[in-house]
């Protein structure tokens, strides 16, 4: 095995338990709101959306590639999936504003990061 596939490896391996605190950490923290003259302000999604693109992006920038980035957003996206699909009384994430934020967020803030790791891409020398 050379050393980009070793490293690839060694990325999706990172990813995963990434994926896991990210999907994790963001279910608790989307609910939080704060009340400001009278509007609901759903700031825990937005948290937790920046706290997943903050793992994403360190994730691409250690392992010089966007794939570790696109298995964290796809696993936590299957996660918060799979969280909100719970029958009534266990299921975490519902259907309002800061739950709706939140699943689909994970796409969007996955995709800007996909754009944003292709910088770290290696450069193939000129030829």
Not at 61 to 76: D, K, Y
Not at 90 to 102: A, H, M, Q
Request: charged share 10%; aromatic share 8%; net charge positive.
């Amino acid at each position: 095995m050379n050393n980009r596939a070793a490293g690839m490896a060694g990325g999706i391996a990172a990813a995963v338990p990434a994926a896991l605190f990210a999907a994790t950490a963001g279910t608790a923290l989307h609910r939080q709101q704060l009340m400001v003259s009278g509007v609901v302000l759903p700031w825990g999604a937005v948290a937790a959306l920046v706290l997943l693109a903050s793992v994403q992006l360190l994730l691409g920038a250690a392992f010089r590639s966007a794939i570790p980035t696109a298995v964290c957003g796809v696993l936590c996206y299957v996660l918060a999936g799979w969280l909100s699909a719970l029958e009534p009384g266990k299921r975490l994430i519902s259907g309002d504003l800061p739950g709706t934020l939140w699943v689909y967020g994970i796409a969007g803030a996955t995709l800007l990061m996909l754009a944003w790791c292709r910088r770290y891409r290696p450069r193939q020398p000129p030829s």
